[in-house]
């Protein structure tokens, strides 16, 4: 860790322990320093602003609720993305409670639905072709399935390292590579030529 | 299809991954320029990338922290109440026992409506009336309760009249206090100089058995 991450998780421990004692003002200031990584992932998770903030709060919420259960000696920001991925998937799977269509169909290697089925949030090319960037960028994450989708943005968006990645979602260095792998192909693959 | 070894592609990632070895790059970009397949494979998976990388930082809206801050659970006042008892042990001791023993005397005050008098003897009752007869000398303290006290003797201590009446007659002689109860802050008053008593006379009189 380069020492100016050193004196901000001394920081943050300091309000986190202020918290714990019972000052609820201290967590203002955890709020104010995170919010707009966090609104950020959200975002790029949901695709929608209001769901985003809604989903952000949450995460804050919760975090608020569970102080007392972080690790102080790992990093905050960590565990506050781990509590904000994990809603904002539970909400994604929430909207498709039937089947995903970009589930792996079962004894094929790598091959998701949506490469057997017209997935209907694709839309037809003239219509991609005329999308701002910004507004293309979150199509396509949209387009992810939420195991590619939130790999992809913590990896590319909020450019975290891997083994950071890995933390966050409590997976597997290993899986992690292989999601980021997945999810650069079926990028390129939903992308086409751009 | 691709029919170059696989190996060349989980190269690809593992360059993209940043975290390729040096025989394997070395490997890999041998087989890219001579494998246009391949290479534009890598291509569109840089641009694919390169294409996500582009999103612009997205803050969080104006008043998001104070729309956190409202959403918090309330502090429970409880815990305001446990903060405030450790920040002062001496004082919420002494609002406990303040509490505990104003609610047994004022429940005392309360219930203890029998007559009741002090044995002594000499004491003449009849009903509720009491009588230190004239001539006579009581030594010790009277305490009367819900009853009528007529002193017409003396009264060789103190006097106490707890809501009732109290005669003293010409002839009279009380040596020590006398008062009489009819308040409820009265009569705490009086239990609290009663229990203060007690405690330094136990205390006093245990004393000679420690040493």
């Keep these: 860790m380069e020492r100016r991450d050193i004196a901000m998780n001394q920081l943050i421990n300091k309000r986190i322990n202020e918290v714990i004692k019972g000052n609820q003002e201290a967590f203002e200031e955890i709020v104010t320093l995170f919010q707009h990584r966090l609104y950020h992932v959200c975002y790029r998770m949901l695709g929608n602003r209001q769901e985003a903030e809604d989903i952000a709060q949450e995460a804050f919420v919760r975090a608020y609720i569970n102080i007392h259960t972080f690790d102080q000696k790992r990093k905050f920001s960590t565990w506050l993305f781990r509590i904000a991925t994990n809603l904002c998937i539970d909400r994604i799977r929430k909207r498709k409670p039937d089947y995903y269509l970009d589930a792996e169909v079962p004894g094929t290697e790598g091959l998701t639905m949506y490469s057997q089925v017209a997935s209907d949030v694709a839309l037809p090319e003239e219509e991609v072709a005329r999308m701002e960037t910004e507004e293309r960028i979150q199509y396509e994450i949209g387009r992810l399935s939420d195991k590619y989708r939130s790999v992809i943005i913590l990896r590319y968006i909020e450019e975290l390292p891997l083994q950071e990645i890995s933390d966050i979602l409590e997976l597997p260095l290993g899986t992690v590579k292989t999601r980021v792998h997945r999810g650069r192909a079926a990028l390129k693959k939903q992308m086409g030529n751009l | ?211």
């Excluded at chain 2, 320029?33 to 840089?46: F, G």
């Excluded at chain 2, 309330?74 to 450790?86: A, D, F, P, T, Y």
Aim: glycine share 8%; net charge negative; hydrophobic share 40%.
């Design chain 2, 1 to 211: 299809m691709n029919t170059c070894p696989e190996q060349i592609v989980h190269c690809m990632h593992a360059y993209l991954d940043g975290d390729i070895r040096h025989d394997d790059e070395q490997l890999l970009m041998k087989h890219l320029a001579e494998c246009p397949s391949c290479q534009k494979l890598m291509d569109d998976l840089t641009d694919a990338i390169e294409f996500i990388e582009q999103a612009e930082p997205i803050e969080a809206p104006v008043g998001f922290v104070n729309d956190v801050m409202a959403r918090l659970p309330k502090e429970k006042s409880q815990v305001g109440i446990q903060r405030w008892l450790r920040k002062h042990p001496l004082l919420a001791a002494a609002a406990m026992f303040f509490v505990l023993m104003s609610a047994s005397i004022f429940s005392g005050y309360g219930n203890d409506q029998q007559f009741s008098v002090t044995k002594q003897p000499n004491l003449i009752v009849e009903g509720e009336t009491v009588t230190v007869p004239e001539g006579e000398v009581i030594k010790g303290d009277i305490i009367v309760k819900n009853g009528e006290l007529r002193i017409e003797g003396e009264v060789d201590g103190n006097v106490t009249v707890i809501r009732g009446s109290k005669y003293m007659a010409s002839t009279a002689v009380v040596t020590g206090t006398s008062e009489e109860i009819d308040q409820a802050f009265d009569w705490l008053w009086y239990k609290i100089k009663e229990t203060v008593k007690d405690i330094f006379k136990t205390g006093d009189g245990e004393k000679p058995v420690e040493e």
